[in-house]
């Protein structure tokens, strides 16, 4: 008997509509759908000089500057590097400093608001009854490394509240016993997580008060009165390192009855190598954990959990195009199509949710011509310019096939290494790119490129911080230096992190996730003022804050804050035990023990205090 099989009515329209998925799928996947993309937040980095709102010369004249004076000893190496240190953290401030040696010190301090001391040798400072005579009137200075034990020190000590002066020690970590670092009362570092600190063994009276200890219970940080002024004395050699520049503003804001100055206020989190062709096979510890091969894992378990944390914390991330992991550095330079779903999935999915696509490279090969630079990491070092600038030309003009309409603005060097043959190649290859982010923090690697916040030629340098899934105290402390001296969190990490071995301590992703959720967690917690936003428009925020000029006037329990070049916003730190009475043109929220973030809305802003 025949048997005639027959498709009913619902089986076809099933077939129709996987054919219209189908169909749908490949649309939003094609190169017209992907042309709709927008280019979030593209940003010159010059200010709008319309929108900018300038001083007149006779203004600026009759404005008023606090002024401070730094004195260091200039035949001392290392009164020379802290002295370069606290200038560096001064000019973050926006404070006004005159600085100079030992054989220049002026004969009055009296137009100083502060006076910093950046060498040990107390003994050779020919003015120092006229600086005793200085607090004593009402003037406030600020020891920044510990002094040396000789006749000098035995002179001064008791106005410095020591009762008691042991040897020289190297203390037990620190312990924070204040908010010196904004929301980092009771911090505590051990010995190996801060640098090779030199202290004083000291007794202190009753009458000081104490910020930091180490563990062991010897003072490091305090300040005491001195008739009508004060002393602060830092009880340590540290000062003179980038991670630590957050305590000298904080010491600095601790030692003055109200405190103000600008931040650049923003959070920006990078992940290098993404999108990047994804290695295929499988991780044992991965699929012992997830049943996933490597490209599945990121597909369904990393990449979807970096977005829920971003999602839960305020994160905008910046991703950084590598195109290939081949090694070459002569043309032609090619692109592999069998990643391309990769590139256009994880980058459309980094747009919609608010972020950026930056460039990372062509390959991983930093952009140097010298072989010295890349030795050490198996790296070949680069031709010629004109072979740089092809392989960035390649990515490009890839990327601009995936997102036609988007004009990437961010660049991170390969292994954080650059040379001035790979900055030309950058600007001549991809003009739109107008911003390098390397490394705050020096690695002690020679060529490693290492950054300040600032306009360096063509590009503007905004460096990463901290990086890495860990949460650790050590962290902690960098975080809240960075949040202090700057208002800024930079952080990086890599997606291949967690296959290597060395650079997970050898953790499964569970408890690698588990620790960046608690890092972001803890940022998201303690400063939730802080903008989240890409580089892109990090830069923006940099250019402008770099272009303001800040004069600061303190009378009559009032505070007058007048800014040449306002760019419509202007973010300060603000320290004060004082009620805050009255505001003008400004926003001011409360983000710590008697710290507030103030936001200026006008050019000028006012704030009066209670008594």
């Avoid at 091969?293 to 959990?305: A, G, M």
């Avoid at 950084?320 to 999915?349: A, H």
């Avoid at 003009?397 to 988007?406: A, G, Q, S, T, V």
């Avoid at 400063?527 to 402008?544: D, F, G, I, R």
Wanted: proline share 3%; net charge negative; glycine share 6%.
């Amino acid at each position: 008997m025949d048997i005639k099989f027959r498709l009913g009515k619902t089986v076809y329209l099933i077939i129709i509509f996987v054919l219209i998925i189908g169909l749908l799928l490949s649309v939003l996947n094609s190169n017209y759908m992907l042309s709709f993309l927008p280019n979030r937040g593209v940003l010159d980095i010059h200010t709008d000089e319309e929108s900018v709102k300038k001083l007149t010369e006779e203004t600026i004249r009759n404005l008023e500057t606090e002024e401070y004076l730094l004195i260091y000893n200039d035949k001392n190496s290392y009164s020379v590097f802290l002295k370069d240190n606290i200038i560096r953290t001064l000019d973050y401030m926006k404070k006004e400093t005159d600085v100079v040696t030992l054989d220049n010190v002026p004969v009055s301090f009296d137009k100083y608001k502060n006076i910093i001391i950046a060498f040990e040798e107390i003994g050779q400072l020919n003015h120092l009854s006229v600086l005793e005579a200085y607090v004593a009137e009402g003037g406030k200075v600020f020891f920044a490394i510990r002094p040396e034990i000789n006749g000098s020190l035995e002179n001064l000590y008791r106005k410095l509240g020591i009762y008691e002066i042991g040897e020289f020690i190297n203390p037990d970590g620190m312990e924070l016993t204040s908010n010196v670092l904004v929301k980092s009362d009771h911090l505590v570092m051990k010995k190996e997580e801060i640098a090779e600190n030199s202290s004083l063994s000291v007794g202190l009276e009753d009458r000081c008060t104490i910020y930091a200890k180490s563990i062991d219970q010897i003072p490091l940080l305090w300040d005491v009165s001195y008739r009508e002024g004060k002393f602060m004395v830092f009880n340590g050699s540290i000062l003179g390192t980038k991670e630590n520049r957050g305590l000298i503003s904080g010491a600095l804001s601790m030692l003055n009855e109200t405190y103000i100055y600008p931040i650049m206020n923003m959070k920006i989190a990078y992940i290098d190598d993404f999108p990047a062709p994804v290695p295929e096979g499988r991780n044992e510890q991965i699929y012992d954990e997830y049943q996933r091969d490597i490209p599945s894992f990121y597909r369904d378990i990393w990449w979807p959990d970096m977005l829920k944390m971003a999602a839960k914390y305020d994160v905008k991330y910046t991703g950084l195009v590598i195109q290939t992991y081949d090694d070459k550095i002569t043309p032609p330079y090619k692109t592999k199509e069998q990643q391309r779903n990769n590139f256009i999935q994880y980058g459309r999915e980094l747009l919609k949710m608010g972020g950026e696509i930056g460039i990372h490279g062509y390959n991983h090969q930093s952009l140097t011509v010298n072989a010295k630079a890349v030795k050490d990491l198996g790296y070949n070092a680069w031709k010629n310019q004109k072979d740089m600038e092809g392989a960035l030309n390649t990515t490009e003009d890839y990327m601009k096939e995936l997102f036609p309409n988007y004009d990437m603005k961010t660049y991170v060097p390969p292994s954080n290494r650059i040379d001035e043959v790979g900055k030309a190649a950058l600007h001549n290859a991809i003009p739109s790119i107008n911003t390098i982010s390397s490394l705050y923090l020096t690695d002690d690697i020679e060529y490693t490129t290492v950054q300040e916040f600032e306009k360096a030629g063509v590009f503007l340098h905004l460096p990463r911080i901290t990086s890495g899934y860990h949460y650790t105290n050590k962290m902690e402390w960098i975080i809240a230096n960075g949040v202090t001296s700057l208002g800024v969190f930079s952080h990086f990490i890599h997606p291949d992190d967690v296959l290597d071995e060395q650079r997970s301590s050898n953790k499964k992703w569970s408890e690698l996730e588990k620790e960046y959720d608690q890092l972001l967690h803890h940022t998201y917690t303690n400063y939730p003022w802080l903008q989240s936003m890409v580089a892109k428009e990090a830069s923006n925020q940099l250019a402008n804050y770099l272009a303001a000029d800040i004069y600061i006037k303190e009378k009559d329990n009032r505070i007058f804050i007048t800014i040449d070049r306002f760019a419509g916003e202007m973010n300060f730190l603000f320290r004060t035990k004082k009620k805050i009475a009255d505001i003008e043109n400004c926003e001011i929220q409360k983000i710590d023990k008697d710290v507030y973030l103030v936001k200026a809305a006008q050019e000028t802003i006012e704030i009066g205090l209670g008594n």
